[in-house]
């Protein structure tokens, strides 16, 4: 069974430092791996995604992430955190033959000025 | 260009009551369809997805069920609704016949049962 584990329930950062979101998976082969993001209210927008090639991906907004298959690990990072992006952060992990993808359980962002 | 539309954006109900919820897809065809729901502070839970019209699998047994009675139309209703049925309801949508490409989201219905 495949799953996805995002430690941290909650992250604080100030406005301008570095961030790094941990997301963690299980699953036998190579997954596809994505970071969607949530505002308020409001519905999840892919930030980006990895299917195969480049280990290090870009995504809209200033992310990234890189995935490690010796970790199980698809980390997001942003080198400096705007206020804007406070929201609630979303690994998740689609398989080959699945029609369902699964996501952590999310992590909330907030960002103090 | 793709959009997805989800109404009413929020919904205030007794228990008891019925539901439908519905959400549909511009500018694609085919799309693998998904209800998810959010309870507070909790992250999401698949409900429902269809592969195409007329074919509901449903993952959480409950007092919800949903139809896809157009291509691109999906509906969630209850005939009772549970104060439990309270949440952020998403719709979304994907195109990869394998389940491996992005999901698109709506923009969610905010549904509380009073």
């Known amino acids: 069974a495949q799953s996805v584990t995002q430690p941290d329930i909650h992250i604080t950062v100030s406005e301008g430092a570095s961030l790094e979101l941990r997301c963690n998976y299980s699953?036998?082969?190579?997954?596809?791996l994505f970071w969607y993001v949530q505002s308020p209210g409001q519905g999840l927008q892919l930030l980006l995604k990895?299917?195969?090639?480049?280990?290090l991906v870009q995504g809209i907004k200033g992310f990234e992430a890189e995935f490690k298959r010796s970790q199980s690990s698809f980390n997001l990072r942003k080198p400096s955190v705007h206020w804007s992006d406070a929201a609630e952060y979303f690994c998740?992990?689609?398989?080959?033959?699945?029609?369902?993808?699964?996501f952590g359980r999310g992590t909330s962002l907030i960002v103090h000025p | 260009s793709q959009t997805i539309h989800q109404w009413p954006a929020t919904l205030v109900q007794p228990v008891g009551s019925p539901l439908s919820l519905e959400c549909t897809v511009e500018?694609?065809?085919?799309?693998?369809l998904y209800w998810y729901r959010q309870a507070a502070g909790r992250g999401l839970q698949l409900l429902f997805y269809s592969v195409g019209i007329g074919q509901i699998s449903s993952e959480v047994p409950q007092n919800l069920s949903a139809s896809r009675p157009q291509d691109r139309q999906f509906i969630l209703s209850s005939k009772k609704l549970l104060l439990s049925d309270s949440g952020f309801y998403l719709c979304a949508w994907s195109t990869s016949r394998g389940g491996t490409d992005t999901q698109y989201f709506g923009p969610g219905t905010r549904l509380t049962v009073l």
């Open positions: 500018g694609t065809s085919n799309p693998n």
């Open positions: 990895y299917f195969s090639g480049d280990t």
């Open positions: 998740a992990l689609s398989s080959g033959g699945s029609y369902i993808p699964t």
């Open positions: 699953y036998g082969a190579t997954p596809y």
